[in-house]
């Protein structure tokens, strides 16, 4: 009898080994994710220092403010200019859905919100990949129809570079939101630390805070900035076990 109630006592619950082998799944994925977190924050790097000391310093210029100069800019500078919306914007959103899945994965124990982070983070990266396919398609476009119609390649410009900026960054609403639901999980299931999730909701303030013209140059820089430290301290934190 008593080795009989041993034995059942020994015996995992259901639940128990369902918990164990989703929490050894998710390590995995965790892992990529921390990984996909660092590349992102590499890209964040990667983008301003480039806008900093090549593109800014060459006359880089909004199609908006100055159509004629932006266009100029584009031509001289085709080769730079792709593969910095390729990096930036094709090679992030990819590695975003990844480190959305990653944190999803952490969070599982708060699933609805893990799922509601999850629904925001792909939407934010689905964005970034397709402001980034329509700037690679759009100067290649310009590019070709400026050899005979330079007028209509300079308005095309400008009407592509808005589409651009909307999808990928002019503000920075759909990363807020996913921010400001990673931030409230991350407190409530304490599988990362707070202050990683605090610093979520301060983003996703300043993140929102971009809807605001008056607001929106330095909002959109201090999101990307606070991004670079928050998703190399976030890629760290998932490759912990």
Known sequence: MTTHT???????????????ADRSASTGLDRVGGIAAQVVAGTYVVGFLAMGA??????????VDDPSGSLDFLLSNRAAMAGWYLLLYLVGGAAMAVVTLGVRDR???T????????AFGLIWSGLLMASGSVAV??????????????DLAQSSWVSL???QDALGGGIEVAGALWAAVVGIA??????????????????SAVGMA???PAATEVAVSVFGIGFIVWFTWLGLALRRR
């Open 54 to 63: 090549y593109l800014g310093p060459r006359g880089f210029a909004n199609p």
């Open 186 to 203: 991350v407190l409530r299931s304490r599988r990362l630390s707070p202050w990683l999730g605090g610093l979520a909701l301060g983003l």
């Open 161 to 163: 570079g808005i589409v």
């Open 107 to 109: 969070l599982a124990s």
């Open 6 to 20: 041993e034995n059942i006592q020994s015996t995992p619950a259901p639940e128990a080994r369902a918990q164990d």
């Open 137 to 150: 398609v759009s100067q290649h476009a310009v590019a070709t129809l400026h050899a005979d119609h330079p």
């Open 210 to 212: 971009s809807v605001i």
């Open 111 to 118: 699933p609805r919100l893990a799922r509601v982070s999850a």
